[in-house]
């Protein structure tokens, strides 16, 4: 089975600290992404990656950036962690294929920034 | 993207068939229709997709009509455990760039 795992479970920071969300899958998969999940607003792409080394804009990806340095490990950077920051951070991968729609997600971290 | 609509929420009986719809209807000719669900305080979970044909695993069954502007995914014999928000997906051709809307909160009851 694939497993995408995501570092912390829960994460209490405090405004202005530098914030690391880590993320690794094993199924050698190519695509990665972040995503983050707020009530009444569903799910919203932060930033994704097809490649290593690569990164590509998702829809929300003010405040945030990520690093892809190995094919396994995707990571989502808050450099200012803000309070309208804290939500659920959900990351998934998938494999490179036509039909590119089947995600496999980690169990998501949730993030609360006093 | 093809913009999919579906009920905010629905009711269904455990060991009943819980059908699922989603209309779809500017979908373009080479986009697949995906279904992922997502229970409570956990990471959303693939179902199932389909081009035009018909599908069915383990998990569910989808039925694409045969004009593609809309679909339903049925589960066939719900139990409790299935009380989840069902998301339809259909993300542009050749990408993974998944847009996950507000989806349909099905409730099964004993």
């Known amino acids: 089975d694939v497993k995408v795992t995501q570092s912390s479970r829960y994460l209490v920071k405090r405004t202005g600290e530098k914030v690391f969300l880590e993320c690794v899958q094993d199924?050698?998969?190519?695509?990665m992404f972040w995503y983050r999940q707020d009530p009444g607003l569903g799910l919203r792409l932060i930033y994704f990656?097809?490649?290593?080394?690569?990164?590509e804009k998702g829809d929300i990806p003010e405040g945030y950036s990520v690093s892809r340095e190995k094919k396994e490990r995707f990571s989502l950077i808050l450099e200012s962690a803000s309070t309208n920051q804290t939500s659920m951070y959900l990351c998934?991968?998938?494999?490179?294929?036509?039909?590119?729609?089947?995600?496999?997600f980690g169990e998501g971290s949730r993030l609360t920034v006093l | 993207d093809a913009k999919t609509t579906q009920p905010p929420s629905m009711d269904c009986a455990e060991g009943r068939a819980a059908n699922l719809p989603c209309n779809h209807s500017?979908?373009?000719?080479?986009?697949?229709v995906y279904w992922y669900r997502q229970i409570h305080s956990q990471g959303p979970q693939y179902i199932i997709h389909?081009?035009?044909n018909n599908e069915t695993n383990e998990m569910a069954s989808l039925i694409i009509t045969e004009d593609r502007k809309s679909s339903t995914l049925i589960l066939p014999h719900a139990t409790l455990r299935d009380t989840a928000v069902y998301y339809c997906?259909?993300?542009?051709?050749?990408?993974?760039?998944?847009?996950f809307g507000t989806g349909t909160r099905l409730q099964v009851f004993p």
């Open positions: 990656s097809y490649d290593v080394k690569m990164k």
């Open positions: 389909g081009l035009k």
């Open positions: 997906i259909v993300p542009p051709y050749n990408t993974d760039k998944l847009i």
């Open positions: 500017t979908i373009s000719g080479n986009e697949y």
């Open positions: 998934a991968s998938s494999p490179r294929t036509e039909s590119t729609g089947e995600l496999f």
């Open positions: 199924m050698d998969h190519e695509n």
